[in-house]
């Protein structure tokens, strides 16, 4: 609670389904927050859903999903539909045998039912994909382990009327500087963030090198832009000093990544972070700090702050 200062209690989360605790995914719509999908210990994925209204309401079970599955990419769309793509569907009975999915189903908020979409042009490795809506369209790319990852798009009235197959854009190229070998392995990239910037007509996606867990620095990462007009990609920007576990989220008009700072002169490490403005492309780095270990894969969020009325009156903003 901002306004008071505290942390409240709230309903636990739970579904007709207990044990499924990992792996969901969440996305806000309208004043709900819906939770969907997930894995037991027992790695089967329930096709359990619910929300809670964001208040003091209790948890609401849904319609359960077609499918079970876990992992999977999920976008409100008009605060009217949440569509979920891909994904791990454990449709076999033994162990761990996961199957990736290339299926689609789309929530609709009003009428409180799951419809089943069409096929994914392209499946993801380990299930994982990316979206973002701009234009009124819903663009959607591989995530994990991939390079040259195939871009697709559900046009508006598509996703409205979730019947028609996404169409293909044009794939995401090699970062340059970082195009495999002859005969190399080619599943050694992540792209882990796809922005969009609606002022410029963009997509902005973020790709890197996977590496090791071990690795005492993050390789570097390249900020490519798509030109949504000219279905087209070009390198923007490279960021030759990413923390672990590269990250980047969407505020205002810039774009804001946690960076490795200079080490102090005990050899302390730190952490910037730095702005990409949308408006003109141009990068700035921020002074850094060393309350956070950029080898740790630092992640945070940015927002406006509430406005605090003290006892004596006076209005602030922290």
Known sequence: NPLLGRWDPKHAYSTNNPGTHRLSVFASSGDRLYVVGGVNNDHRSPSAAARVLRGDGPWQDLPPMRRGRFAPCITPVDDRYLIVLGGYVTDRNEGENLDVSRTSERYDVKNNRWDVGPNLLAEAHEGETLCAVLGGDLYFVQAHYAQNGTLQRWPGAAAATFSAAPEKRADMPSPPGDEPP?????????TNVLLPDAARGRLLAFTGRIDDDDAPLSSPVVIQAYDVAADAWAPLRRVTNPALGFTGILHRTSILCALRGEPTDDGKETTA???????????????????????????FTIGLAPEKRRLRGRIIRE
């Open 273 to 299: 972070i730095g702005r990409l403005d949308l408006a003109n492309d141009v990068w700035t780095e921020s002074p850094a700090t060393t309350f956070l270990d950029p080898r740790h894969g630092p992640l």
């Open 182 to 190: 002859a005969g190399g392995d080619t599943r050694n990239f992540a």
